[in-house]
């Protein structure tokens, strides 16, 4: 038993008159929800329980643990998912007002962080070299030229692993990173399981100064459960302080139990069931692959995760998440041509031998190929924090071009922001906008 469910259950033995948050008192369960156990460890910082954000007991001794488990200066739990660990981790390694390289393949939270921060991103592709289209690793080469080229950068911020599961080389870019003196930044949100792989790919084994793991995305943990790992002792001091600033003052203790009862499997038998999900997902691929699939080919790639697409076999995405559900198969995503799966241990062999089946039983038809993407990526005219503040209105896409755009546009994939707050929007932008299917936007007035 972790320290903080230990601490939680020395409390609910007490049988405590509750006169404190939350309101339910450890009593809800109203039809249609019953959750059990739930309520009762549902507890808030009582005598004994600690506070996450002034945390010197038990969630320390669990961020501890953490930190010995993945090897770091320190990890700090986020309730709030890895939308928080960014904001803290963008407030920890700039200040407002500078500049930093960062890769176009950025998920919605890092931007508004950004604009929250009043931060200027470089913008820079990440390949997009395979036949499938979708946003791959980030060259080494491209990072080291750009912070040649361009002294002001002070941090470089990544996805990886990408929502399609390429993997950058983190060892190589955080060499360069520290020749340029600036800190390398990952959006690890997908890649909290990498450290228990027999090649650890974590990004704080291969030298990241900061990265966010959503625990809750890969690992047994609860939806929000989330880590800050913080690699270089430079931000230890400061890393709490950065997590309150956007944190709610209520984090909630089912996530962060969540976090704590994860430790004991983390710690024993994660990494040799993983052993496992690796060789069924490996086998999966395999099989798309004879079955006639399109899958990427990223020279590193997260081995829990099964991008596909069933084009070659005149199958759209839709109709591929069909036949997969048709199989008693969910799968993470459906988009227009790909279909994304992701395991993990506390997949059963069922699900395994069903994705199996719907593997091997794919209909066929004409084939035809998706399409692949070529940007240009548009000019900045504002500032991201004045476009996001700035007052906007939606327009149809032929009224839009000339304007300077409000939001963000991030389709899904290439997952590749097309468009950021305080971009123009030009012919070829509007056009591209509109082979995605999106015909409205939001401009500034
Ligand atoms: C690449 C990436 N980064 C960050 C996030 C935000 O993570 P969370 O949902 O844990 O806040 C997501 C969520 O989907 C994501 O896909």
């Given at each position: 038993m972790g320290p903080l469910t230990r601490a939680a259950e020395e409390y609910l033995k007490g049988e405590t008159s509750r006169f404190h948050t939350p309101g339910h008192k450890g009593r809800g369960g109203f039809a249609p929800f019953d959750w059990g156990e739930l309520w009762r460890w549902d507890v808030t910082e009582c005598a004994g329980l600690d506070s996450l954000f002034e945390a010197n007991g038990p969630i320390r001794e669990t961020e501890r643990a953490y930190s010995r488990l993945y090897g770091t200066e320190d990890s700090l739990i986020s309730a709030g998912g890895s939308t928080l660990c960014i904001q803290a981790m963008l407030a920890l390694a700039l200040n407002p007002g500078e500049s930093l390289l960062a890769v176009r393949g950025v998920h919605r939270s890092a931007v508004n962080a950004m604009a929250l921060l009043d931060l200027h991103p470089q913008w820079m592709l990440p390949s997009?070299?395979?036949?499938?289209?979708l946003a791959g690793a980030v060259s080494p080469g491209e990072v080291e030229a750009a912070l040649a080229c361009n002294p002001r950068l002070k941090a470089v911020y990544l996805t990886s692993p990408t929502y399609f599961g390429a993997v950058s080389d983190i060892a190589a870019l955080s060499r360069i990173c520290q020749s340029f003196g600036v800190p390398l930044l990952v959006d690890n949100a997908h890649g909290a399981h990498l450290a228990f792989l027999p090649r650890n790919l974590h990004p704080m084994a291969l030298g990241a100064d900061l990265c966010c793991d959503s625990l809750h995305k890969t690992l047994p943990v609860l939806t929000g459960g989330a880590m800050l790992h913080v690699g270089n002792k430079a931000y230890a001091s400061r890393a709490r302080e950065k997590m309150a600033l956007f944190g709610s003052t209520s984090p909630s203790y089912p996530v962060m139990l969540s976090i704590d009862a994860a430790l004991g499997y983390l710690e024993g038998g994660f990494g040799k069931d993983g052993a496992n999900v690796t060789e069924q997902m490996e086998r999966m691929d395999s099989l798309a692959g004879e079955q006639g699939c399109l899958l990427p080919e990223f020279p590193l790639g997260d081995p829990w995760r099964l991008t596909l697409s069933a084009s070659p076999l005149g199958l759209d995405g839709p109709r591929l998440g069909a036949h997969l559900r048709e199989h008693g198969v969910e799968p993470e995503l459906v988009s227009e041509e790909f279909c994304v799966l992701m395991a993990s241990p506390c997949n059963i062999q069922r699900d395994f031998l069903r994705l199996e089946r719907a593997l091997t039983s794919l209909p066929r038809g004409a084939a035809h190929s998706p399409k692949t993407l070529s940007l240009t990526l548009p000019q900045q005219k504002a500032s991201l924090r004045e476009a996001v503040f700035a007052p906007s209105h939606p327009v149809p896409l032929e009224q839009a071009v000339g304007k300077i755009a409000g939001a963000m546009v991030s389709p899904c994939p290439p997952g590749i922001a097309l468009v950021v707050p305080g971009e123009e929007i030009d012919p070829d932008t509007a056009a591209l906008l509109k082979s995605y299917g999106i015909f409205f936007i939001h401009v500034l007035h």
């Open positions: 997009l070299g395979d036949k499938t289209g």
